[in-house]
Each structure stands twice: as structure tokens, then as C-alpha cells.
């Protein structure tokens, strides 16, 4: 029964209760049913109250039958209606949803005649009591008293009015008495503003303002008949209902100001019910007292109000002019309040408020769309679709602009006199404003070509978002301020350009890190249009269009702000960035040189930064740099002096124990210009070579200065070129390659770790694209500077890298082999060029994803058949089918086992790959990082039958026993548990080749017995496995013995190893092993053992001595 009642109970969740609720069952016989069900239910179970929810919902429902209930009762039976109610007020008093259904169920049942008569009496004295005597601290007595408050307002809306208005001012006394305007409780407060409206609908009679403003009528065909001249006067006229006198009660003050306060209450629901209600109050008053209330909302949008109570006079004009009770008359005086809303946004301290008084004003404005004919909203139409229109495009909240893109489309559907609506529509649109960057950088231009719209945008970006509190806001603002700058430059440069340059040292940190940024968009976007003018005229100089006091205060502003200290703390960031900004434009606009003696200053604001925390920051003063050294400093007079000057200063700084200003100065020698670089080429190429190796042995974990450095030398390739025959402080010949190279593979090889991971893949990522980039420069300049142990060792890297577990790594390595492989003219020297072609044709990697591992292996694995890739090939694949990520390891593995079983007919290939497993043990001997996987990959290709061709051909016995070395050599000493995890899987797969059983079963031995009980247990249940599965491994006469040793031995068990050792020897002894020896300690192992005893116990008595 009660999964029934939860369907329904879902069911009119979605459709709601009124439409389902007619669907119920509804005769006579239903009532007693209905009641009996409702008695058996418990109100205090929390599993089944949405079956209490819909019998309560089914009972409001069949209570208002037409007969009379006292013709039901039994003679037995206690009476139906005191069952209802006693019902009915315990619901009123739960926790959960039944309450809401136990109010409608008291206010249908009040509603019938003959209850009314004898009931609703003492159910508003009992409801009166319950509101007087609430203890507003106690939890059950809140949540009753907004039972009781719900089930009131549920009330005086159904019942007819004569037959409830001589309650209402008692209730209303009594809910003023409660203060539940002051209450904590939000529900409560809302229930206040609901009950009170209903007090004062019922105070009120009902009534039809006659006065209200209508536009069109209920028929489309009276509509038309209907002139605007008739609608104006209809209006204007009022009329009086029933011809009687229009009263007004004095509880309707009361009330009024009520939902008044209701507006400014801190919860949203609160202040939508207040509004709410003043609406449908408002629609029973005399006009004249309705254009008081009206002149109360208007006070809401006072700057000494909260944002609140601007939200709050916003819903509630918008419900006036809903129903049409707003009158056009009022709209000068509406209108540019809406205006004041549509860009309320009020700062509190790093953040502020008003979003929601800009999303209301949107709906008020939507509201004017649908109540007023298009002639009374004419006068306003320019300046409403201007507000909605920079809404629309620069609010930072989504909510708002789409909401404020809802309201022109509206306006321009429903008014069509908003200038260029449906051109704006298509491109403000609610999905185009979705992303805030587009609405500033695309959408604002798209509205700017219309002059109508121009000057409102750009006078909003300078007053409203240059000086917004959000940093990331300012900097959208400037840029969006560069885009409009072509629809106005004459404005921008006589107007904007100046209020901007005198705010740069506002004593507002927002306002000034907007400003400056807003001077150096604007100039650029200025320096733009004199080159090429929007309106087809000749080219203008700079100079000229700015005038010489404006030139004369822009290249004072960075001396301005560097005597100011604004870069100071933390609140002077956000001005580093913006004053290089400044000057990069500035650099860029050609202005630089006519301030020889600023230049000084602007050096010394960019050298600061360049040291900078910050990668931003960093980043910003190198640019800067390169922009102030190719415009002033690589035409100056004194080039000789400033290459000393600078390149000196940046090499020097190279070595310096600070990884910081490595960084930056090695930032700022890849930005350098061809001109500051000769003679001094083969000095920055050799500082940025040393600083990378140096770096490398003696501070490894600074990958981020070796990545920069990486990327200094690609930048430096690029702007002086390759030649062979070049001297090395001119170009890149042989010597300045070689060092590049050398940074590069060894840059290709950093695996540095830290606490953040991985910090080495930036490094080998920015490699190579050295490699690549190089390899393409020299091939399209002179392909012989190229030396082919450079292309071969080249060529290993990237395949190592694209064989790799990383994906971004991995896209990289394919990118920049591909390109390498397939570049024209070719590269020289490549190995198996040809067949490199063949396995990576264009065909089979055009527009293919390398991050997906099902993309590349398959054709990586081929690689290992070529004896030049197949080592490089195996030492990135086995971090890949060795590591830890499910899709990697098993398409990784996949496509090498596929290869493997391919190979395993051709002893030569089977033999080149072995080869290069023993290469890869001796050359990354205790390296974990490769060793580890190494192992896993050995025990999964053992596992997988590879190397059964081995098992009868005694020729194979040097790989064998060289693999096993290997292995063993790998794990001596080591504490690492899943290292010998990973060995004790290979040696159980060496013990299926008869000429190494021996030897492996000895390490299994020693395995067993490990210091780890992890090891111990692993090494059991393997060999368990192992000697199970191969029935070749034991004879046949121990085999018994040897297994239940295996299995019933506890070797996992802690403080027991003289009993393990000896299973462990019955094992060696059922093997025929020799027993494996303990090795004695030496007498300086003991004493040094027995020091570290004696000074943990002289530490305990000092602590047992301090009293702890």
C-alpha cells in the first residue's frame, strides 16, 4: 500500500495537487475509508508519510461532499466531523509534508455551511491560543504555530468573504501581537506576509479596479475592434462598484505597511510573498490610494536602502504593472529607478551584492513589455533598451544577462520600437550571452556597430566594470574596451582616454588597476585605427591624434605610479601586470622613443618583475621587454652599450641560487631581438646550456627553470636562424646546436618528482618541441648542420616519450614526430626513414586523437622490430603496460602481446627484443621508476606463453640466466615492498624453464621468509599457484608435502619467524636446496645498533625524569 501512495505522491508532485486530486475516487462511502486509513497510520514514522500526505490530500477532498456528515455517523461510531478535526489538528503540528495537506483539509472543512456554524468558532479560538502562547524557542511549538498559520491562510482564501470578515481583525491582532517579522525562522516570516495578505483581501471587498490600466481585452477580436484612444480613456475612468461609497477598513494601513517591510526581510520567498500581495491588495484600493502605495515602493530604491529592499521594490512593481495597477503616468518616475536596478551592484569588502536587484529589474522590464501599449512606453524606449542592452552583454552574473536578453526580446516582440531589435537579438541571444567572454569580446561589438548602443557601452565598461572589485571583470572590461574603440575613436581619445590617464593613481586599487589597464587597451586599439581607419582615410600619425599633452601625461604614468608605491603587497599584484601591459603598448605604439630619458624607469619596473613569483607576471614583463627592445633599444645609438648592459646582467643572473630569477632572466633572453643578440649570441646560448645542466645535477627539483630555459633557446633558434657556416655570435651553427641539443636530451630525460608529481613532464615536453623545431628550421635553412648522432639520439627520444604513460606528454612526442618524419624537404639522417613512413602514414594518424592509448600503441609496437626503435621503444612502452591506469595497462598490453605473438616464430626477432630487455635492466639498474614496471611487464609477457619457445633449447640458457642476474640484482638490499612483489611474479615464471628452476626456487626461498609479512605471504600463494600449474617443477613424491606446507603455513604471522625459518628449511629440504643461511652482523653493525638503543633509552629516562 504505501509504494502505491509513493507514486501518487510523486505523481502530484509533477502534475501538482489540485489536478490529481480531482482524480480521486470521490464517493460517499470513500469518507469512512479514507478517515479509517488516516487513524492507522503513525505520524511519527518517517517511512511512510507520503501516504499520510495523499490520504490527507483524498480527505480535503471528499469533506466537501453535499451531505450532511451527521447523517453518517453510527451509533457507536464517535462522530466523523470531531474525528476529521482532532485529525486534522495533529497533522497541523508534524514535521513533514502532511502539514501542508492538513491545512487544506481544515480550510475545505471549514468552508461547508453546516460546520461553519458550529465549528469555525472554537477552531479560530483554538488557533488564536496556539498563537499567543507559541514558544518561539522551542522547535515543536514553531513548527505548530506554522501549521496553524498555514492552515489560516489556506482558510480566509477559500471561505467566502461575509462569512470570515469579522475574524480577520481579531487574527490580525493576534499576528501582529506574535512580531513574526522578527523572527529567525524564514517560514515563519513568510507564513506572516501570506496571512496577512489574506487578512486584507478579506478586509477589502471584492472588486475589479476599474481604474487599471488594460491593454487589448480577453478576445482577439474586441482587441482589434477596440481603438488606443478607447483603451486610454477606459484608463482614466473610474467607477464604483454596486454604486456603493469606496471604504477602506483602518486594519489596511496595517496590513499595507506589513508587506511593505515584507519587501526589505533578507529571505528572497519572504519578499516574493510580500509582493505578491501588495499586488492583489493594491487591486481593491482607490486609485488614489493606490498611487500612495506605489510613491511607498518608490521609497524603496533610496541608496540608504539595502539591496534587499531594492530587490523587494522591484518584484512588487512588477506584480502592479502585471496587473496592470501601475499606471502610465507613473513611468517617469518608474523608469529611471528600473534604470539605477539594471546596474545596482553594491561592495562588500572582496565581494558584493545586487545580483538579484539586476535580475528583478530584468523582469520588471519584461512586465512593461506585456502591460503597456507601445505609444505610453515611446518616450522610455531608448533608454530601457540601452539598460537591458548593456545588462545583456556585461553583467557578470549569467542569470542576469540572460535574463536581461529574455526582457529585450520581449520588449522587441511585443513593443517593436527598440532600435535594430531583431538585428541585436540574433546575436545577444540567451545562449551567445551564456559565456561571459563572448558577450564582452564578441556580442558588444556585434551591438556597437549601432550608434544608438555605442556610447552606453563604452560609458558603462569606464564607470561600472574598469572599477569593478573583480580583477578578472576589469580585465575583460579593458579588453572589450579595445574591440569598441573602432565604433568611437574620437570619443575614446577626447573623452575616455583623458578621465582614464587621471584616475591611474586613484587612491581605489580597483579603480586604478582598471584605469591603467583601460589607458594601455585603449591606446593600442587608438594606434589600431590611425593605421587603419574604420572610415577608409588615410593613415594618421599617432602623435597627431592624441596631441602632445595627452602623449606628455601617458609617458608620465608609470614614473607616477612607481613614486606612488602602488606595487606594493598584496594589494599592488594586480598593478605589475597591468603597468608592463602599459608599457608593452606603449612600446608598441612607437611612443617609447619619444621619452628617451622614461626609459630607465620602465627597465627598472620590467626587471623587477621579471623575478616575480608569479608565471603571469613573469610572462607580462617579458613580453614588455621584447616589445620596449625591438622598438627602442635595437635602433638605438648606444646598441653596443645596452647588449653589455642587459645581456650581461640576464646571463650572470642565470647562475643565480634564486630558481625564481633563472626563470625570468631566461624569459627575458628568449625575447630578445636579432640585433641585441649579435656578439653576444654564443655567450647567452652557453649561459642557458650550463644553467639547464648544472641545474640538473645540483638542484633538480627547479624543473621550472630548466623548462624556461628550454623554451629561451627555441626562441633564440627561431630569431637568428641556422647555418653552418655561421660564427657563433651570429647564428646557430654546429657549437651553439651542440649545446642546444645537449640541454635538449638531457631536458628529455627529467623525471623530476616532487610533492606535486610529475614536474619533469614540462621539461621533457618543452624538449621536444626543441628537438622538433630545430630539426625543422635546419632542414628548411641547411639540412647539414645536422649530425646524424644528433637525429638518431633525437629520434629514440621522441619514440621513448610517445610510448609513455602521461597523455599530454604523449600528444607532444607524436606531434613532434610526425612532423619530423613527414616534413618536406626532408630531414637527413633519419633512421629507417622509410619505414618510419610506412607505420605512421598520413593515412592512418590524420585528425587522430594521441591522448586515447587505443590510438597509438598499436602502431608504436611495431617499432620494436626495427633495431634502431626497439629500444626506445621498450623503455617508454614498460612504464605504460606497468602502470596503474586500467584503460593504459590493457591496451597498452594488449598491443605488445599482439606484437610478441607475431615475433615468437622468428627467433630474431624474439632475440632483438630480449636483447633489449637486458639493456633496459643494466642501464636503469635501481631506477624504481622503470625497473618496477619493467618487472610487471616481464611477469605479464611470462604469464602470456611468450617465451615457450624457450623452455626445450638449451641455446637460449645465456638469456636466461642473464635475466635472472638481472632480476636479482634489482631487488638485493631492497626494502621495496612492490618491487619484490612484482620480482617474486618473474622468478615464479622462471621456474617453467628447467635450466634456471634451480636457481629461482633458491630466491623463492630467500622471498619467503623476507622481514616484510606482505612478501612472505605473496611469495607462498604464488609458488602455491606456480607448482599447481606446472606439474614438471616438483616431483611428483614431495609434491604433496611441498604443497601443504604451502598452504597451511601461516606466513603472514608477526613475531614468529623462528618457526617460519624453520618451514621455510623443511621446504628447502623437501627441494633438495641448500637451506639458506643467516648472515651474522658484524660487531660494528651491533655497536651501532646498541648505541641507537642506548640513546632511545637515555631520551625515554629524560622524559620520565621531565614528569610526561
Not at 204 to 210: E, F, G, N, Q
Amino acid at each position: 500500500m504505501h509504494e502505491a501512495f509513493k507514486y501518487l505522491h510523486r505523481l502530484s508532485k509533477f502534475r501538482g495537487p489540485k489536478f490529481i486530486v480531482r482524480k480521486f475516487s470521490h464517493e460517499v462511502t470513500d469518507l469512512h475509508l479514507a478517515l479509517a486509513l488516516l487513524q492507522q497510520q503513525n505520524k511519527d514514522d518517517r517511512e511512510t508519510w507520503e501516504t499520510r500526505y495523499v490520504l490527507l490530500l483524498w480527505l480535503s477532498f471528499l469533506v466537501i461532499i453535499p451531505f450532511d456528515l451527521n447523517l453518517m455517523d453510527g451509533t457507536s461510531q464517535k462522530r466523523t466531523v470531531d474525528c476529521i478535526l482532532e485529525l486534522a489538528e495533529v497533522y497541523l503540528q508534524v514535521f513533514d509534508k502532511s502539514q501542508d495537506a492538513a491545512a487544506q483539509l481544515v480550510a475545505k472543512f471549514m468552508c461547508r455551511p453546516d460546520i461553519q456554524k458550529t465549528r469555525l468558532k472554537p477552531f479560530l479560538d483554538w488557533a488564536l491560543e496556539v498563537m499567543t502562547s507559541t514558544d518561539k524557542k522551542s522547535l515543536e511549538s514553531v513548527n505548530r504555530l506554522c501549521g496553524v498559520l498555514l492552515a489560516l491562510s489556506s482558510l480566509f482564501k477559500l471561505a467566502k468573504r461575509e462569512e470570515v470578515v469579522e475574524h480577520a481583525p481579531v487574527v490580525l491582532k493576534a499576528l501582529s501581537a506574535c512580531c513574526l517579522a522578527d523572527s529567525s525562522n524564514t517560514l515563519l516570516r513568510k507564513l506572516n506576509m501570506k496571512l496577512a495578505q489574506r487578512l486584507g483581501l478579506t478586509c477589502l471587498k471584492v472588486r475589479l479596479a476599474s481604474w487599471r490600466y488594460q491593454r487589448g481585452k480577453r478576445s482577439l477580436e474586441e482587441t482589434l475592434a477596440t481603438t488606443s484612444d478607447d483603451q486610454h480613456c477606459a484608463g482614466t475612468q473610474e467607477t464604483l462598484c454596486d454604486g456603493e461609497e469606496f471604504g477602506v477598513p483602518e486594519e489596511t494601513e496595517v496590513i499595507i505597511g506589513l508587506l511593505l517591510t515584507g519587501l526589505a526581510d533578507k529571505d528572497t520567498v519572504v519578499r516574493w510573498s510580500a509582493a505578491k500581495g501588495i499586488g492583489r491588495i493594491t487591486g481593491r484600493l482607490h486609485k488614489d490610494l493606490a498611487d500612495e502605495v506605489v510613491g511607498s515602493l518608490l521609497e524603496c530604491f533610496s541608496f540608504r536602502e539595502t539591496d534587499t529592499s531594492w530587490h523587494g521594490g522591484c518584484l512588487a512593481l512588477a506584480e502592479l504593472g502585471r496587473r496592470g495597477l501601475l499606471l502610465p503616468g507613473r513611468l517617469k518616475d518608474v523608469v529611471p529607478v528600473v534604470l539605477k536596478a539594471l546596474v545596482y551592484d553594491e561592495r562588500r569588502g572582496s565581494y558584493s551584492v545586487g545580483s538579484n536587484v539586476r535580475d528583478a529589474a530584468c523582469y520588471l522590464c519584461w512586465a512593461f513589455a506585456r502591460a503597456y501599449d507601445p505609444v505610453e512606453l515611446k518616450p522610455y524606449v531608448q533608454s530601457l533598451a540601452t539598460g537591458l542592452v548593456v545588462t545583456a552583454v556585461f553583467d557578470r552574473e549569467v542569470n542576469c544577462r540572460r535574463a536581461a536578453s529574455a526582457a529585450f526580446q520581449e520588449n522587441v516582440g511585443r513593443q517593436g520600437t527598440f532600435p535594430h531589435g531583431i538585428d541585436i537579438l540574433t546575436a545577444a541571444d540567451y545562449f551567445a550571452v551564456g559565456v561571459r567572454s563572448n558577450a564582452y569580446l564578441q556580442v558588444s561589438c556585434h551591438v556597437a556597430q549601432y550608434p544608438e548602443y555605442t556610447w552606453p557601452l563604452i560609458q558603462h565598461l569606464v564607470m561600472h566594470k574598469l572599477p569593478h572589485w573583480d580583477s578578472s571583470l576589469r580585465q575583460l572590461a579593458s579588453k572589450a574596451l579595445h574591440s569598441l574603440t573602432r565604433y568611437a575613436p574620437s570619443v575614446m581619445r577626447n573623452e575616455v582616454l583623458p578621465a582614464l590617464i587621471s584616475q591611474v593613481t586613484s587612491p581605489d586599487p580597483c579603480l586604478r588597476h582598471g584605469s591603467l589597464l583601460g589607458v594601455a587597451e585603449t591606446m593600442h586599439a587608438l594606434y589600431e585605427c590611425a593605421f587603419s581607419p574604420p572610415n577608409g582615410e588615410g593613415v594618421v600619425s599617432l602623435q597627431d591624434c592624441l596631441g602632445q599633452g595627452t602623449i606628455n601625461s601617458l609617458l608620465d604614468v608609470v614614473p607616477r605610479l612607481v613614486a606612488a608605491n602602488v606595487f606594493r603587497g598584496a594589494i599592488g599584484e594586480p598593478m605589475r601586470p597591468a603597468a608592463l601591459l602599459f608599457i608593452e603598448n606603449m612600446s608598441l605604439c612607437g611612443l617609447v622613443a619619444l621619452a628617451p630619458d622614461k626609459i630607465d624607469v620602465w627597465q627598472s619596473v620590467i626587471d623587477e618583475n621579471l623575478s616575480h613569483t608569479q608565471d603571469s607576471i613573469r610572462e607580462a614583463a617579458a613580453q614588455a621587454l621584447g616589445q620596449l627592445s625591438s622598438k627602442y633599444y635595437s635602433t638605438s645609438r648606444m646598441l653596443s652599450e645596452i647588449q653589455d648592459k642587459l645581456i650581461n646582467r640576464y646571463v650572470d643572473q642565470l647562475n643565480s641560487p634564486f630558481h625564481i630569477a633563472r626563470m625570468g632572466c631566461a624569459a627575458a633572453l628568449g625575447v630578445l631581438p636579432r640585433e641585441l643578440l649579435l656578439r653576444k649570441l654564443e655567450q647567452v646560448v652557453q649561459g642557458l646550456s650550463s644553467s639547464i645542466l648544472n641545474s640538473q645535477k645540483c638542484e633538480p627539483k627547479f624543473a621550472e627553470a630548466r623548462r624556461s630555459a628550454i623554451a629561451a633557446l627555441i626562441s633564440l633558434c627561431r630569431t637568428v636562424g641556422v647555418a653552418s657556416n655561421g660564427s657563433p655570435d651570429q647564428t646557430m651553427c654546429p657549437l651553439n646546436l651542440s649545446r642546444v641539443f645537449q640541454s635538449s636530451f638531457a631536458g628529455v630525460k627529467d623525471y623530476t618528482t616532487d610533492s606535486r608529481g610529475d614536474i619533469g613532464r614540462s621539461v621533457r615536453e618543452v624538449s621536444m618541441l626543441a628537438i622538433g623545431q630545430v630539426f625543422i628550421l635546419a632542414a628548411n635553412s641547411d639540412p647539414s648542420v645536422l649530425r646524424p648522432d644528433w637525429v638518431q639520439e633525437a629520434m629514440g627520444s621522441l619514440v621513448q616519450q610517445s610510448n609513455e604513460k602521461i597523455d599530454s606528454t604523449r600528444v607532444v612526442a607524436f606531434d613532434q614526430l610526425l612532423a619530423v618524419i613527414h616534413h618536406q624537404p626532408e630531414i637527413p639522417h633519419i633512421p629507417c626513414h622509410k619505414e618510419l613512413k610506412e607505420i605512421y602514414s598520413c593515412s592512418a594518424t590524420s585528425g587522430t586523437d594521441w591522448r586515447q592509448p587505443h590510438n597509438s600503441y598499436h602502431l608504436s609496437v611495431k617499432l620494436l622490430g626495427l633495431k634502431e626503435y626497439c629500444y626506445p621503444t621498450l623503455v617508454g612502452l614498460v612504464t605504460s603496460v606497468g602502470g596503474l591506469t586500467e584503460s593504459l595497462v590493457r591496451h597498452s598490453s594488449q598491443a605488445l602481446l599482439g606484437h610478441m605473438k607475431s615475433v615468437c616464430s622468428s627467433i630474431e626477432g624474439l632475440a632483438l627484443f630480449s636483447d633489449a630487455v637486458l639493456s633496459v635492466f643494466r642501464d636503469y639498474k635501481k631506477v624504481t621508476r622503470v625497473t618496477i614496471p619493467l618487472l610487471k611487464t616481464l611477469d605479464f609477457l611470462l604469464s602470456s606463453a611468450v617465451y615457450d619457445v624457450y623452455v626445450n633449447h638449451s641455446e637460449h640458457q645465456p638469456f636466461l640466466t642473464s635475466l635472472f642476474e638481472a632480476v636479482r640484482e634489482e631487488i638485493t638490499s631492497s626494502q621495496d615492498v612492490v618491487k619484490l612483489l612484482a620480482s617474486v611474479s618473474v622468478f615464479c615464471g622462471l621456474l617453467q624453464f628447467p635450466s634456471i628452476q634451480k636457481s629461482a626456487l633458491n630466491q623463492l626461498m630467500l622471498l619467503v621468509c623476507s622481514p616484510l609479512p606482505k612478501v612472505r605471504k605473496t611469495t607462498a600463494d604464488q609458488l602455491y599457484i606456480t607448482v599447481v600449474t606446472y606439474d614438471d617443477i616438483i616431483p611428483d613424491n614431495v609434491k604433496d608435502d611441498v604443497i601443504a606446507l604451502l598452504s597451511e603455513t601461516t606466513w603472514d604471522a608477526i613475531g614468529d619467524m623462528g618457526s617460519l625459518q624453520g618451514k621455510r628449511n623443511e621446504l628447502c629440504q623437501l627441494l633438495c636446496l641448500p637451506v639458506p643461511r643467516v648472515k651474522e652482523r658484524s660487531a660494528a653493525d651491533t655497536q651501532k645498533k646498541t648505541l641507537a638503543r642506548d640513546e632511545l633509552a637515555s631520551y625515554k629516562d629524560l622524559v620520565e625524569r621531565a614528569g610526561y
